[in-house]
T-cell receptor, first 113, second 110 residues
Framework: EAQVTQNPRYLITVTGKKLTVTCSQN?????MSWYRQDPGLGLRQIYY???????DKGDVPEGYKVSRKEKRNFPLILESPSPNQTSLYFC????????????FGSGTRLTVV | KNEVEQSPQNLTAQEGEFITINCSYS?????LHWLQQHPGGGIVSLFM???GKKKHGRLIATINIQEKHSSLHITASHPRDSAVYIC????????????FGSGTQLTVLP
């Protein structure tokens, strides 16, 4: 089944403890991206990647890192999480070209205390 | 002012009604997406439009590039259509970045 897999689905952590949210897609998509969703602010892009080893900042990249060492994986790294990073996170992928929709992961609900 | 405005923010309808959700944007775009987010939180891509009209089952999406406006229509609405519908645009010249509307919460009552 074609899908984007995010893990974990839920995570509660403490301020300052490094964490990684994994994202993997099995569709050979070139483009992958991370978003956060907050009440009243909607979805906002954190980082995106056009292909292996090619990443760039979205609208809200502060406090996050990403890497794209393999085409299928695009992990989101929080080196020192803070409470303002409590949010619902989504990973998505899409093929190269403009005529395609996005496939989203199931989401990761992160709480930083 | 947000680059992407949706209306209405909330919509309650009776089963069987015809529903319209609107999206207006202020920038030139290369594509517009309609997304559906169910209460469980998962997001599904419904349509990608760059011109004209698309139909899938009871869902119809239209876009008017000159007027910078898109509509999502649901015919013969059903309670299972209850969800948040989100409009997102890819600005012209952007490298795959999406700008999202705030979403429309649709509730269809039986």
């Amino acid at each position: 089944e074609a899908q984007v897999t995010q893990n974990p689905r839920y995570l509660i952590t403490v301020t300052g403890k490094k964490l990684t949210v994994t994202c993997s897609q099995n569709m050979n998509h070139e483009y992958m991206s991370w978003y956060r969703q907050d009440p009243g602010l909607g979805l906002r892009q954190i980082y995106y990647s056009m292909n292996v080893e090619v990443t760039d900042k979205g609208d809200v990249p502060e406090g996050y890192k990403v890497s794209r060492k393999e085409k299928r994986n695009f992990p989101l790294i929080l080196e020192s999480p803070s409470p303002n990073q409590t949010s619902l996170y989504f990973c998505a992928s899409t093929p190269r070209g403009t005529n395609y929709g996005y496939t989203f992961g199931s989401g990761t609900r992160l709480t930083v205390v | 002012k947000n680059e992407v405005e949706q209306s209405p923010q909330n919509l309650t309808a009776q089963e069987g009604e015809f529903i319209t959700i609107n999206c207006s944007y202020s920038v030139g775009i290369s594509a517009l997406h309609w997304l559906q987010q169910h209460p469980g939180g998962g997001i599904v891509s419904l349509f990608m439009l760059s011109s004209g009209k698309k139909k899938h089952g009871r869902l119809i999406a239209t876009i008017n590039i000159q007027e910078k406006h898109s509509s999502l229509h649901i015919t013969a609405s059903h309670p299972r259509d209850s969800a948040v519908y989100i409009c997102a645009v890819r600005p012209s010249g952007s490298a795959r970045q999406l700008t999202f509307g705030s979403g429309t919460q649709l509730t269809v009552l039986p």
